[in-house]
């Protein structure tokens, strides 16, 4: 016997399905709400609101569980790379070899982006923040791939644009770096694989092909795999909504990139090396930081601490902390701030405060020292942060497209004035 829940209203008592996940998730099916009662239901922030049903992530907060199609992010980590888990994540399965090889190759032949592209990327202030770029580059391969924009297309057809997408990006993405250093860009080579390929474009040399270091290849197929995708957070959220106005995939993928930028999200990996950066000019008191954290009083936030979902450990955090150190050896490289993100860390997981809110290290706590050691600017780590994200954006504005989801269009409650008539301006 299928499982329901009764809501009364006034006189009326009403019985809505109720939908249990593969994870045994249960939800309360109330599109037929309005319909029957007239009411809507109001959740400033969507905390308690699934927006759809998925079959991309699985996260379970209480326990720090992150998988991809099933495939926990631990495994990933250490054993897949990025290129195979984006596949993984937009088509549903673990790549066999020659899948891999095709999808390697499709994309290694739509790395370059259109020459009056770099027109675009001229225009930019010198200084203007990477991701307000990548954002406006991104949409703007809708004018140089106009078959994108085209209505009803087919597998093949919408295929033909995530590959562009996925391509077109790495590119962008290094691009943006070089420039914002006045550096001659660097094109990409068909004979590298994805990571390798970005990695020559970014810190390469354009006169000759520098020897890529496996540490860096490591890393950042790490870092990316970490960041590919986690359900239906705040960017992704706005890339389905997006999309869902059948809007074509790369003006989609740019207003995700909008979204990630706010230091609410995305941004908080730049966020916490610049707090980690200004406790250090400080002094590197950290208790003195921690009581700022709780001060209400005190706009101060511990940047790259608490989570929507996640009220254990973040799954990610604890591999990038792990990683830290490790590159950070490899690489030789001493950076202070990493020692006062550990007291922030030590300090914080024994106080009250974030012990009853349940605030633990997130996936940005740490990853901005390591791009930091790899030779990054910290204005750049959202950028990076995209980067990851990018196939998980693609696999759910594909699902999303293929469960033929309606546009997204969520109602209120109205709080203004009621009717009233017009005031001439001479009695106002
Ligand atoms: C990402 O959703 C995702 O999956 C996102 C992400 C992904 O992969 O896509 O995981 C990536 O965005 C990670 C989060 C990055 N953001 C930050 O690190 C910014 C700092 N953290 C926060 O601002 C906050 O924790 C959020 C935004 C992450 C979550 O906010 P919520 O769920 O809306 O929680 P809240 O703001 O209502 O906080 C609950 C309580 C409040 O205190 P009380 O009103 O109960 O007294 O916890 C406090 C908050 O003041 N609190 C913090 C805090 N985070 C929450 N207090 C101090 N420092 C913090 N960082």
């Known amino acids: 016997m299928s499982e329901t829940a009764q809501i009364k209203l006034s006189e009326n008592t009403y019985d809505f399905p109720v939908i249990t996940g593969t994870e045994n998730e249960k939800a309360v099916d109330i599109s037929k709400l309005r319909d ?19 079959a991309i992530t699985f996260l379970d907060g209480e326990k720090g569980i992150l998988r991809y199609r099933g495939y926990s992010i631990e495994q990933l980590a250490e054993k897949s790379n990025f290129i195979e888990v984006a596949f993984l994540l937009i088509y549903g399965e673990l790549p066999t070899e020659k899948q891999v090889a095709d999808f390697q190759n499709e994309i290694s032949h739509h790395t370059l982006v259109h020459e009056d592209m770099k027109k675009f990327f001229d225009g930019f202030p010198s200084h203007s923040h990477p991701m307000g770029q990548l954002g406006s580059l991104v949409c703007s391969l809708s004018a140089f791939y106009p078959e994108s924009l085209k209505l009803n297309q087919t597998e093949a057809e919408i295929n033909q644009t995530i590959i562009k997408m996925l391509a077109k990006m790495s590119t962008i993405v290094s691009w943006i770096y070089k420039k914002s ?134 799954p990610r955090a604890k591999i990038i902390k792990k990683a830290c150190d490790d590159v950070l050896e490899k690489l030789g490289v001493n950076d202070p701030v990493l020692e006062i993100a550990k007291q922030l860390e030590e300090v914080a997981l024994k106080d009250d405060y974030f012990v009853q809110r349940k605030l633990y290290p997130n996936v940005d706590f740490y990853s901005g020292i390591i791009y930091r050691a790899l030779g990054f600017p910290t204005d750049m780590f959202t950028v990076l942060f995209a980067l990851g994200r990018l196939p998980g ?10 469960n033929k989801e309606p546009i997204g269009r969520p109602r209120q409650v109205y709080t203004g004035y009621t009717e009233r008539d017009y005031v001439e301006m001479q009695a106002r």
């Open 36 to 54: 029957l009662s007239g009411y809507i239901t109001l959740d400033t922030g969507y905390k308690n609101t699934g927006a759809t049903k998925s």
């Open 181 to 314: 250093f006045g550096h001659p860009v660097i094109y990409p080579k068909n004979k590298y694989d994805y990571v390798s390929n970005f990695l020559h474009m970014t810190f390469g040399q354009r006169t000759e092909d520098v020897e890529i270091d496996p540490v860096l290849v490591d890393v950042m197929n790490k870092l990316l795999i970490l960041h590919a995708d986690h359900e239906q957070n705040c960017s992704t959220s706005t890339v389905r909504i997006v999309g869902s106005s059948d809007c074509n995939l790369y003006a989609s993928i740019s207003a995700g990139i909008s979204a990630l930028w706010g230091p609410l999200h995305g941004g908080a990996n730049q966020a916490v090396i610049e707090m980690l950066e200004q406790i250090k000019e400080d002094g590197g008191d950290t208790q003195k930081w921690i009581a700022k954290a709780k001060d209400k009083n005190d706009p101060f936030r511990l940047m790259g601490f608490g989570h929507r979902v996640y009220k254990n450990f973040d």
């Open 393 to 402: 954006w693609i696999a759910q504005w594909k699902e999303m497209k293929e």
